[in-house]
């Protein structure tokens, strides 16, 4: 892992971290905006169950999600995922070949030792591959590993994932990962109806201040201190390690 400079407002430190097969390193928006814009703008599917986007330009993406929410916001910080199986030499400027997508933290608190892994979407072509199961396990290692550890991390008590309750995909990786199902948040996110979204389609009462959105309800996981040093970590190596 080493430290890199760049203009993120995130609480702890932000770290490039890899192994042998991915690298997540600091999203920054003149080199991965167009790259994510371009593997992304097709499938708008990819949004389907975030409340974030799509996008029409990379530039809008920008503004939006790094400008407009990440980049003000301590508890947030954006990756950009690396294929490294894919990239022509471990020098090589990201490309379309190997920008496999994004991957973060975010309501994370100092305060209470605790994140959230979030803002997780992988594009078309590096789907069903190694690359989510890698970039989710390198932001555990860092988020629970102790700071004295071999590996060293921040030493955080909680790590969770939420999911939309209807992203099977989402929940059945969580778990995988060793997350354990915590319960529902019922009726947690207002979601923008009308650009492809999934969400409850039960009719609002009447008088709801934002008659044209939907709802959706999170499953929430959560894998904590505890579960880490108890087989957790072991359990996020063996996969990390797996090649099949």
Known sequence: ???ISHDANFCFPVRELENERVKLTPFIPSQHAELFFQGSAAHPELYQFVPIGPYSSAEEFTKELIQGRIAPNP?????AIIDKT???SPDASPSPADFA???GYM?????????????????PLFQRTHVTTNASGLLLQYALNSPSALVPGLGLRRAQWQAN????????????????REGILRWDRVVAGGRGKIGDTVTLREGDPKPDTLGSH???????WDDWEEG????VLRLLDRRA
Not at 167 to 178: F, P, Q, V
Not at 218 to 224: E, G, P, R, T
């Open 165 to 180: 309750e209807a992203n099977s995909a989402s929940i059945n990786l969580a778990e995988r990962m060793g997350f354990r």
């Open 86 to 88: 894919r990239s022509p």
């Open 107 to 123: 309501n994370t608190s100092p305060v209470n030792l605790s994140t959230e892994i979030g803002f997780v979407i992988i594009l």
């Open 1 to 3: 892992m080493s430290e």
């Open 101 to 103: 997508g994004v991957i």
């Open 75 to 79: 508890g947030m910080v954006l990756y």
């Open 232 to 235: 957790g970590r072991e359990r």
């Open 218 to 224: 999170s499953v929430m996981l959560a894998m904590c």
